[in-house]
């Protein structure tokens, strides 16, 4: 499946056509008119990929705080949310969708080895690797600049079956199955901070499923009590970009046949509670089901992947 862009530069539209050559678009525009949707779609061998992103109806200036990493490739899947509404939310997103790309070519090309050779402990440390080099290159960018870039992120790679997921603040992953939805990542915010495990232990920083799995704690309940934080919600504890030390989580589920991921910012996210999705409807359906429950005050990216 390749990809073909209809209408004009201010109204995109993606679809997908038949012919040979390959259109490369691993992030989004930097500008979108008011509420303006941007959609596409890929494929790689195992994954059909629906991407669709919306600017904030109430932002005038064409900027987009949100974006995206699409690399089909490799199967790796990211989003972005800029932190505040100015022109820096927009270049923060954009600059780390794209140094995301430069840091998965980098490093695997110093690994001088093919991506599908990686176990799963190797790709959990490649992954630990590059949300670092994404740290360091947006801190360099902000003292170069003298301006701050930040970005809450969630990262997605399938691999040997798995759906790995890293992030970073509060922009969501999800996992459907036939046992139903599931919120995969856990917000770093203040309530987070200060839940605690049934043996009355914090729960850890960084949480890392693949090499510490005995977290023993009433997850469903902590992510049910972050629905609805309040100003907490747009204020994570961690951010891409930030000066010092960051928290990174990394998380493992395994994939079966038609379960379907979604990663989503904030924008998309905070009326996920209308959003009710279906193994039985197609990638694109659930990408178009967001929609209607975007937050009018913000912008917004969902990405589905049906394995």
Known sequence: MVLEISGRREDTLWKADTRKEKIEFPFGNKRLGAGEIERRSESSDDVLVEVVRRANPERKDGLVGDNYCVLPKLDVYAVFDGVSMSDSDARSSFLSAKLLEHLWEKKLKQKNKKIDDFSLQEMHDLMLDIVHGLQSGLSMGSKKNSED??????????????????????????????????????????????????????????????????????????????????????????????????????????????????????????HLDNLRLNNEDSAQTLADGMLPVFDRQDDATAIVLQY
Do not use: W
């Open 149 to 270: 870039y930040f970005s809450t992120f969630s990262m997605v790679k399938i691999h040997e079956g798995h759906c790995l997921v890293v992030s970073v603040g509060d922009s969501p992953v999800f996992l459907q199955t036939s046992k139903g939805l599931e919120q995969v990542t856990i917000a770093h915010d203040e309530i987070r901070k200060g839940a605690k495990d049934s043996s009355g232990r914090y729960l850890p920083q960084s949480i890392d499923e693949l090499n510490n799995q005995d977290l023993n704690f009433d997850r469903v309940a902590l992510q049910t009590s972050q629905r609805n934080p309040g100003i907490i919600r747009n204020n994570p504890t961690s951010l891409i970009g930030s000066k010092g030390d960051i928290s990174v989580d990394f998380y493992i589920r395994e994939l079966n046949a038609d379960d379907v991921v979604l990663l989503a910012t904030d924008g998309a996210a905070k």
